[in-house]
């Protein structure tokens, strides 16, 4: 029914609009969102974050933000606070268009969130007014865009050294916006890259033209990458977008000159996906683990069936290339923190045996923290994948090339990020990355070998599951562990880690406070303040930073806990008694005669609801929030445990 | 694609856009006749019947444009004759 274009024309394409192709078709949703209208609080809430999860384009984007509004005019009751945000967009075009995309790119990742949009250029002064109406708004999180006219002007300069001073003004200014929201909201600031939509002057040797727009934009963009890290702020790469999109999906000349927006309305709902990765990150919601399938998810052709030589890996053919190159990226994730598992309907021998055996597997055995091969389905293996490594379910990304498997996932457990794969697994990669599921922030040195961490876990088990066998007990197991438990007091070395891990720590955290990294410095920084980072190594190798705690003076000779969380990688191992063992030292040594507990419930911390009593702490009053917990330091006698405490400078450092 | 195919097509875009099934389009419906029609949603519009349609419109069509009946003739122009 439609027609094709003349062909004469001689105007550019329309934008077709980017496409978020790694989400699920959208079902006929607006009768979902009608449903949602009527129902309760909970089940709107889910109903309109699974619509979000569908393929949306900017114009559903802008209908169901419109539902969302509608029907959650503030939060919905009882989300957890970690799942609301808010959002003050500043820059110098037009920018409200952009505004329904930010909501639905959070909504899609659980987050209710409520935005602000500055008036056209009028961000400094409503930075430094304090009866503006951003500071009424009090923003959580600033996103600054800037278009490059505003930065540089209108008329190229050709003097190299003009040009230089230019994109180095351009930076001091912004870098001084990072650091009036540091001061006035202390909170984390997203910077839009520079959109280089500058039309080129020189061609193909645009780079020996000093003033060129582009080349200002390219300049200023590495100088923004530069300062981001020391200040707070998270990048928002445009400029790496156009690389895959195009300028033309994202930015339209005409719009620009007819209502100065400079990103395209046509764009608006990925540009709102891609700030609510970063939200999330900086809430903690990124996802932690990638799971596989097997049989023509990592290799062509069905292992059980065609045997170690028919499955199509490698071997210069196109098909088994393009599987080798996805075991590439999967190890190039793992490499960067992100923990594999495998999920496959298989005999656990045919499925181990490529890794074992065939010589153009890139991933090996030891590179999956957890295998799951046999003929249960795929949500009750990733239920057990998730117990296994301690992962919630929220936190995994599943693969699979068959469309049965992947609804069935979505269906039991709506939780789990379950990607479009496309059918050439040569897309198979971009697919994943394009998702956006792996968002990071800032990458440790605890990233980089988190995946040899959870195979030594692996093996760790392995060792209690065979003493269990032999009878052995679990103190035979602890003890033949030789742990050994580093504390330092926070440091700056450690203050990036610390914060992430204050930042995304859900299940073992009593009171699950999230904290910048200038509130983690000023509580390094305050003497009275007892602040521990710890580190755990057993015979297997290192757990990395595994506990943080924070205890504050208080009244009556005694130190609150504020925060004390423990990666859950290390559980049932008495860290938690060691640890208490070092605190109560630590108080005693600054003359405190009790410490206080506090455990505040949310979403996902049942799990150390009991911590203190089990540790000795006596109930005190349960406060309207939580429960409180006291221990008195005069009566404390120290815990056993099978763990040796020692400071160490090394904490942060390798060993 | 008929004028009629055509204003079904782009009452569809309103509906989606200002998430109301109640709107009816007329080829005399003008900016006024609905509330929430501003400059921004304006400009969603265009770009959206630009997706729809898969055309492109100049800056001066859309400076012309009066009312929805206009919009529709002008579509029409771009895809060419009725088949």
């Known amino acids: 029914m439609q027609s094709p274009p003349p062909a004469a024309s001689s105007t550019p394409p329309?934008?077709?609009?980017?496409?978020?192709?790694?989400?699920?078709?959208?079902?006929?949703?607006?009768?979902?969102?009608?449903?949602?209208?009527?129902?309760?609080?909970?089940?709107?809430?889910?109903?309109l974050v699974q619509v979000a999860n569908t393929r949306l384009d900017f114009i559903e984007t802008i209908r169901l933000d419109r539902a969302v509004r509608r029907r959650f005019p503030g939060p919905p009751p009882g989300l957890a606070s970690s799942r609301t945000a808010r959002l003050a967009l500043l820059g110098s075009s037009t920018l409200?268009?952009?505004?329904?995309?930010?909501?639905?790119?959070?909504?899609?990742r659980g987050i209710w969130l409520d935005t602000y949009s500055g008036g056209y250029g009028q961000y400094l002064q409503e930075l430094l007014g304090a009866d503006s109406a951003l500071h009424r708004f009090?923003?959580?999180?600033?996103?600054?865009?800037?278009?490059?006219?505003?930065?540089?002007?209108?008329?190229?300069?050709?003097?190299?050294?003009?040009?230089a001073d230019l994109v180095d003004a351009a930076a001091r200014k912004i870098e001084n916006l990072w650091r009036l929201v540091r001061e006035h909201f202390d909170c984390p600031v997203i910077q839009q890259t520079i959109l280089p939509h500058g039309v080129p002057v020189f061609g193909n040797n645009e780079h020996q033209v000093p003033g060129s727009p582009r080349r200002l934009a390219q300049a200023l963009n590495q100088r923004l990458r530069e300062m981001a890290p020391h200040n707070g702020a998270d990048i928002l790469s445009i400029d790496d977008r156009l690389l895959m999109d195009g300028i033309g999906a994202w930015h339209d000349p005409a719009l620009w000159h007819r209502a100065k927006q400079e990103i395209s309305p046509a764009a608006s709902h990925f540009y709102g996906d891609l700030v609510g990765r970063l939200l999330a990150a900086r809430l903690g919601h990124s996802a932690k683990c990638l799971v596989l399938d097997l049989d023509n998810t990592l290799w062509g052709g069905v292992i059980g069936d065609d045997g170690l030589e028919g499955i199509k890996l490698g071997q210069g053919n196109a098909l088994g290339e393009a599987y080798v190159a996805f075991q590439r990226y999967a190890r190039n994730l793992?490499?960067?923190?992100?923990?594999?598992?495998?999920?496959?309907?298989?005999?656990?021998?045919?499925?181990?045996?490529?890794?074992?055996?065939?010589p153009e597997m890139v991933l090996r055995e030891a590179d999956i923290a957890c295998l799951v091969a046999n003929w249960d389905d795929k949500a009750t293996n990733l239920r057990e994948i998730s117990r296994r490594l301690s992962i919630g379910l929220e936190h995994m990304v599943f693969a699979d090339d068959n469309p049965f498997e992947r609804n069935l996932v979505r269906s039991a457990l709506p939780m789990v990020a379950v990607p479009e794969l496309p059918e050439d697994p040569a897309f198979y990669a971009q697919c994943i990355a394009d998702a956006g599921y792996f968002e990071g922030i800032y990458l440790t040195a605890d990233d980089m070998d988190r995946g040899q961490?959870?195979?030594?876990?692996?093996?760790?088990?392995?060792?209690?599951?065979?003493?269990?066998?032999?009878?052995?007990?679990?103190?035979?197991?602890?003890?033949?562990?030789?742990?050994?438990?580093?504390?330092?007091?926070?440091?700056?070395?450690?203050?990036?880690?610390?914060?992430?891990?204050?930042?995304?720590?859900?299940?073992?955290?009593?009171?699950t406070r999230r904290f910048t990294?200038?509130?983690?410095?000023?509580?390094?920084?305050?003497?009275?303040?007892?602040?521990?980072?710890?580190?755990?190594?057993?015979?297997f190798g290192d757990n990395g930073i595994i506990g943080v705690i924070i205890a504050r003076p208080v009244a009556d000779r005694a130190a609150a806990i504020d925060t004390w969380l423990m990666s859950c990688r290390v559980l049932g191992r008495g860290v938690e008694s060691a640890t208490l063992n070092l605190l109560v030292e630590q108080a005693r040594e600054r003359g405190f005669q009790r410490l206080l507990g506090e455990y505040l419930p949310s979403e996902k911390n049942k799990?150390?609801?009991?911590?203190y009593p089990k540790l000795g702490f006596a109930g005190l009053d349960d406060s309207e929030c939580g429960t409180t917990w006291k221990l008195e330091l005069a009566n404390f006698r120290t815990l056993d445990t099978f763990i040796t405490t020692k400071k160490s400078h090394l904490i942060t450092g390798s060993l | 694609m008929t004028d009629a195919q055509i204003l079904e097509a782009m009452t569809d875009i309103f509906r989606q856009i200002f998430d109301d099934d109640s709107i009816v389009l007329t080829p005399s419906t003008v900016a006024n006749d609905i509330p929430d029609w501003d400059s921004m949603n304006h400009v969603s519009i265009v770009v959206a019947a630009e997706a729809r349609f898969g055309v492109k419109f100049l800056t001066a069509e859309i400076e012309q444009l009066k009312n929805v009946g206009d919009f529709v003739a002008l579509i029409r122009k771009k895809l060419g004759p009725a088949a």
């Not at chain 1, 699920?24 to 309760?40: N, S």
């Not at chain 1, 330092?488 to 914060?499: H, I, K, Y």
């Not at chain 1, 799990?607 to 911590?611: C, D, G, L, P």
Request: aromatic share 8%; net charge negative.
């Open chain 1, 138 to 163: 009090k923003p959580a999180t600033v996103l600054f865009c800037f278009d490059e006219e505003h930065l540089f002007g209108t008329d190229m300069l050709l003097d190299a050294r003009d040009a």
């Open chain 1, 96 to 108: 409200d268009h952009l505004l329904p995309g930010l909501r639905v790119g959070a909504l899609r």
């Open chain 1, 607 to 611: 799990m150390v609801e009991q911590h």
């Open chain 1, 517 to 539: 990294e200038n509130e983690v410095r000023a509580a390094m920084e305050d003497a009275a303040t007892i602040t521990l980072q710890l580190r755990l190594l057993d015979r």
């Open chain 1, 334 to 358: 793992s490499k960067r923190g992100i923990i594999l598992a495998v999920c496959s309907k298989n005999d656990e021998a045919n499925a181990l045996s490529p890794f074992r055996r065939h």
């Open chain 1, 453 to 511: 961490q959870y195979q030594q876990n692996q093996k760790r088990e392995s060792l209690k599951a065979s003493l269990n066998a032999s009878a052995g007990n679990l103190d035979d197991y602890l003890a033949s562990l030789q742990m050994e438990l580093l504390w330092a007091p926070f440091d700056e070395m450690g203050l990036q880690r610390v914060t992430q891990l204050i930042n995304k720590t859900n299940q073992f955290n009593l009171t």
């Open chain 1, 14 to 47: 329309p934008a077709k609009g980017l496409q978020l192709y790694w989400l699920p078709p959208p079902e006929p949703w607006h009768v979902a969102i009608r449903g949602a209208a009527d129902a309760d609080d909970a089940v709107a809430w889910k109903t």
